[in-house]
């Protein structure tokens, strides 16, 4: 945004701000030690004066209290600045007997020159001021405080709700829950700073008193004046110093009243509140009117100021009756349902990519007042799927479904329900993982996430279940997990074309050479997401994206092909996709294609205009995914992590050939393995076992 033109002068005088605090500290206490001349009293009291009615004007013109989150120190320091000229003012008039122009024009001019009237008007004013606006003040800055406080709870609830709805970015949640604690601490602040207000009320009581009974002794005692003489010189003097004190003192007491009593979301300043709300009924000005006509046609009444008051109200009255704006406020006001109701058809509209629907009774795994931890699960699982796989994974929507039973749950993405599951809230999930001894009672059922076979039991047996062998989780924990396969399985679903154009832009920042040759140059941005999208489907990291570019920028003057451009690229990245496949030892076991059989499906492999693709007989593809899937049977035992391996021209098709039987079957080429990796054969798929058992009268 750009900044408006004083804005620079202002940045530059408070980069010295705190040079300017530091030299104003050690003046106010240079001020009560040392004696001041008359003339700096005179400016130093100006200053006060100044300040009070520019700390005044600008809380009016605050759209949010927040913005002059300063106020309660600077309430301090100027209510010490008072007190010091209190001390200063005080020790000229009791000494000379004279304290600048400022005060004695407050003491003549303004009281008339009558000690009397100075003392009405001066305790008048400190009245107003200690017991009116102070106390008020005071007493709502302790509520709101209180009040705030007490909402930060649901206001962070709030916002983690916003998030996880995808309302919001990670970055504006955490602006969010900035601006709350920023708010929480003003409050409490300003809670404590109106006590300053309080106290330099009392303060300036006592010390105008003081000073009339100081001035009073010093005028009859050592100056030998009579007692009418001395009361009507210092009394008015004091009473001076009083009014210039407590003037600025009551316009900053006004000016946290208002700062305080700040209401609501407001865009606009207090004044243009105040005008817009207080003619927001035109028939109330209206009312008002008359009623002003009424008492000027009151016997004995001055009719001039009531006929010009209703006048003038009853014309704004009727100017915003007839204004065409307000008209069309009032015409929606009027059709306030009917726009709701079209608002929320359109939010229909609208798929979520990712959401989860909960049962009235696991609500509690979500509310944190009911010690719900599930938004912040999810919060960790986004920021490790961004750590694992270099992507982004949108704002999943939590949302109760009255239709689902009380402890069921589902998992929907894009709108299409994926998975479901069914929890006991208050419960544990105890698994047996093959080490356990002794049966467990309670309700049987499946671990939603690996189908493994579980029981629940209650909390009080949690720690029985531990003892015996089980694992025990809890029911967040459960759905967690569940969720968290759910999300890698279909990974490459919740990349969406705008995610990429985002990854794209954002790696512009550094790698800025590499996204201008490649996008959109020699590769669209469609093709790059299809690519991306490929290698998530198989669990394959996007974060080195740099690497990714060069490789489509090196292949993709030649090649357009999304599949072919991803072999490239999985090439490229073959450390990182075979190494947690590896041993201790480095090695990499294997099942490998008879070269006959690779021959074969190579010969199925054709290339169009739109790509290649496969084209070979559905009995002839069944053979070979069943006998690759029996002879992963035969080596599973002899090995934790079994991987496909073949050449790199056939690799994505034998992959997408056995994906649906064996989704969790890794497929790596040669092309992909480091030279230096030891690579241990533990089994072959030959061409005749395949062709064995081909029905009859099929062919190849």
């Known amino acids: ?70 106020f309660p120190s600077l309430l301090l320091f100027t209510t010490l600045f008072r007190l010091a000229l209190n001390v200063a003012t005080t020790r000229q008039i009791l000494l000379k007997g004279f304290a600048g122009n400022v005060i004695e024009v407050f003491g003549n001019f303004v009281v008339g020159g009558n000690f009397i009237v100075g003392v009405v008007i001066f305790l008048i004013l400190v009245v107003i001021q200690f017991a009116v606006i102070t106390k008020g003040a005071t007493r709502i800055a302790e509520v709101a405080a209180r009040f705030t406080l007490d909402a930060m709870p649901g206001k962070q609830l709030s916002i983690d709700a916003d998030l996880n709805a995808g309302l919001m970015t990670e970055d504006e949640a955490k602006e969010r829950r900035k601006e709350l604690n920023r708010e929480a601490n003003f409050y409490g602040a300003m809670d404590g700073a109106s006590k300053f207000v309080r106290g330099d009320a009392i303060a300036g009581i006592i010390i105008t008193f003081v000073n009339i009974l100081g001035g009073l002794g010093i005028g009859t005692l050592q100056m030998g004046m009579h007692v009418s003489d001395a009361l009507q010189k210092y009394t008015l003097l004091t009473i001076g110093d009083g009014l210039v004190a407590q003037i600025p003192s009551l316009i900053i007491a006004t000016a946290s009243g208002i700062i305080v009593t700040r209401a609501g979301d407001s865009e606009e300043s207090l004044g243009g509140n105040i005008g817009r709300q207080l003619f927001l009924k035109p028939r109330a000005a209206i009312f008002a009117a008359v009623v002003l006509i009424i008492f000027g046609l009151v016997p004995g009444f001055p009719k001039i100021p009531f006929f010009a008051l209703a006048l003038i109200v009853g014309s704004i009255g009727y100017m915003a009756r007839v204004s065409p704006v307000l008209e069309v406020e009032e015409e929606n006001e009027e059709n306030t349902e009917e726009r709701d109701r079209k608002e929320n058809l359109e939010q229909l509209l609208q798929i979520d990519p990712m959401e989860i629907e909960i049962g009235f009774s696991l609500i509690s795994l979500v509310d944190v007042n009911q010690g719900g931890n599930l938004l912040d699960r999810i919060t960790v699982i986004r920021k490790q799927f961004a750590n694992d796989y270099g992507m982004i994974v949108p704002s999943i929507r939590i949302r109760d479904n009255i239709q689902l039973r009380a402890n069921e749950y589902q998992i929907k993405i894009g709108g299409v329900h994926v998975a479901h599951g069914e929890l006991e809230a208050e419960s544990y999930l105890a698994m047996n993982p093959g080490t356990a001894y002794g049966e467990l009672d309670g309700p049987k059922t499946t671990e939603p996430a690996f189908g493994l076979p579980a029981v629940w039991v209650e909390e009080g047996r949690k720690d029985y279940a531990e003892s015996i062998g089980y694992t025990v989780v809890d029911s967040t924990s459960v759905l967690a997990t569940h969720l968290t396969e759910i999300m890698r399985t279909h990974l490459s679903e919740l990349l969406s074309r705008q995610d990429v154009a985002n990854l794209i832009e954002n790696l512009k920042q550094t790698n800025k050479a590499v996204v201008e040759d490649v996008v959109p140059a020699l590769v669209p941005i469609s093709t790059v997401h299809r690519v991306l999208q490929n290698l998530l489907r198989e669990s394959v990291s996007i974060r080195n994206l740099p690497v990714i570019m060069e490789v489509l920028g090196d292949y993709g003057h030649r090649c357009k092909d999304a599949d072919v451009l991803s072999e490239f690229v999985r090439q490229h990245l073959g450390r990182a996709i075979v190494v947690p496949y590896l041993n201790q030892k480095s090695e990499l076991k294997v099942i490998t294609l008879h070269p006959e059989l690779e021959k074969m499906i190579a010969d199925c492999v054709t290339t169009t205009e739109k790509g290649t693709s496969i084209i070979i007989e559905p009995a002839f593809m069944q053979v070979i995914v069943s006998n690759i899937e029996q002879k992963i049977e035969e080596v599973s035992k002899l090995s934790e992590h079994v991987v496909v391996i073949c050449s790199p021209a056939i690799r994505f098709h034998l992959k997408r050939m056995i994906e649906s039987k064996l989704p969790q079957t890794p497929v790596v080429s040669y092309g992909e393995v480091d030279p230096k990796v030891i690579i241990i054969p533990l089994g072959m798929v030959s061409l005749r076992n395949a062709t064995a058992e081909i029905p009859s009268g099929e062919t190849i």
Not at 13 to 38: C, E, F, K, R, Y
């Open 1 to 70: 945004m750009a900044k408006r033109p004083h804005s620079k002068m202002i940045d530059k005088i408070a980069s010295h701000g705190d040079l300017g605090l530091a030299i104003g500290i050690v003046g106010v206490l240079v001020a009560m030690i040392m004696p001041l001349p008359p003339f700096i009293l005179d400016i130093l009291l100006t200053i006060n004066i100044t300040i009070g009615v520019l700390v005044l004007l600008t809380t009016m013109n605050l759209e949010k209290p927040l913005e002059f989150s300063v």
